[in-house]
């Protein structure tokens, strides 16, 4: 049986962007990706701010992007903010598309309608009974696959991709619009206006449990849109996601020959479930590694990653634990008013120890509890929220 360089289990951004990666920095590396549906990609957007890409990733990364804005806003009740920051926007129709040029161009080989029954190191067995045989193994199947019990709490969202009359869409993204009622947990409208008659709006909570209501937060979604000036045409797409948050950090094992990666290996942001930073810093490490040097430059970039996630943890453990679920809101109200470096190097995963002190110290947002600051401090297992009137 013929062993090939690269096998990539799943076919969403992780390993889009490693098998972009390779095609860019190993051209004659044989790679294939293994996908059960019959699309990359699934039915997403993902988005991410310059500075999450570095320049050797920007390489691979710029030919999925399909749009760029040179800053964003944020609205809170007490006030509104414009960040002069650069944020763009990928599509799974666009991962789809590059991946098949890459294909056509013999460049990477798609095994789409293949399910993988087992995963190994250097082999696959597919529900065929067919093996299949690597030098590396990257198995990036998905959020699904999370440890369920070091879950404490989920980001989740459904999202419209409306089509509207041109003139009534906005010009930049509404990352965290939270002037809305405060239900089940932290809850804001994301807005992304991904083309001049395209707009997807997202109707978000950070909660403590996983459900959504799909039809009510479609007619909430709709409505926002007519008070927010959208003159509705049309719904072109919908999308829902439900991210795992967790309350220690995630493990990441990536061994050389078997590579757990994407959000079933802990590469995601544990406060946010944001994966395009670390999606593309695995995919340049591995591009870029030579053969030997590969276990040694994983496990530098998985102690690195780890570093930064222990502080995103404990963020979670303050907002999860810390403030009653209505309450939420107000610790990414005083998150926003910090500098605008702080907030890039937050969402990159990259914060140095004068960003951690900004987001910890001085005055705590208003309704931080005690009680629940000192279980999130203490103890990183379990729920202890705050009950109703035990906070500030």
């Known amino acids: 049986m013929r062993t090939i360089d690269y096998l990539l289990v799943g076919g969403g951004l992780q ?30 957007v993902w988005c991410f701010h310059a500075d999450d890409v570095s320049e050797r990733a920007a390489a691979f990364v710029e030919p999925f992007v399909v749009r760029r804005w040179p800053k964003y806003r944020v609205r809170f009740p007490s006030y509104e903010r414009m960040l002069e920051d650069p944020y763009a926007a990928v599509t799974s129709e666009a991962l789809h598309a590059r991946l ?38 990257v198995d990036a199947r998905g959020p699904e696959r999370f440890p369920q019990s070091e879950i404490i709490g989920y980001q989740k969202f459904v999202g419209l991709e409306l089509e509207v009359a041109p ?17 089940g947990g932290l809850r804001f409208f994301y807005v992304l206006p991904l083309a001049p008659n395209r707009v997807l709006v ?21 409505g926002y849109a007519a008070r927010n000036g959208l ?33 079933q290996g ?20 591995i591009a870029t590694a030579l053969d030997d040097e590969l276990p040694e430059r994983l496990a530098e970039l998985a102690a690195h990653t780890a570093r930064q996630q222990r ?42 120890p004068t ?26 297992s379990g729920k202890n929220h705050p009950q109703p009137g035990t906070h500030s």
């Open 355 to 380: 960003d951690r002190a900004r987001i910890v110290c001085g005055r705590p947002p208003r309704g931080l509890s005690a009680r629940g600051l000192l279980s999130a401090l203490s103890n990183p």
């Open 231 to 263: 003159v509705v045409r049309g719904i072109a797409r919908r999308e829902r996601g439900v991210l795992p948050l967790p309350s220690r950090v995630p493990r990441i094992e990536s061994g050389a020959g078997l590579i757990r990666g994407g959000y």
């Open 311 to 352: 502080f995103a943890v404990l963020l979670n453990r303050m907002l999860f634990r810390g403030f009653v679920p209505e309450n939420r809101r107000a610790a990414f109200e005083r998150f926003y008013r910090l500098p605008a470096e702080t907030v890039r190097r937050f969402y990159s995963l990259s914060l140095r």
């Open 167 to 183: 003139e009534s869409a906005p010009a930049e993204p509404t990352l965290m619009d939270c002037i809305v009622p405060q239900q």
């Open 266 to 285: 802990g590469w995601f942001h544990p406060t946010t479930g944001y994966s395009f930073p670390l999606a593309a810093r695995l995919a340049t490490t």
């Open 100 to 137: 098949t040029r890459l294909s056509a161009n013999g460049r990477v080989h798609l095994m789409l309608g293949r399910v993988a029954r087992s995963v190994e190191t250097g082999c696959v067995e597919l529900d065929s009974g067919e093996e299949l045989r690597a030098r590396v193994v």
């Open 15 to 44: 390993n889009a962007l490693i098998a972009a990666a390779l095609a860019h920095y190993r051209p004659n590396a044989q790679v294939a990706i293994v996908e059960a549906g019959s699309r990359l990609g699934g039915n997403h």
């Open 202 to 222: 997202e109707d978000t909570y950070f909660s403590d449990h996983r459900e959504l209501d799909d039809a009510a937060c479609e007619a909430e979604i709709l």
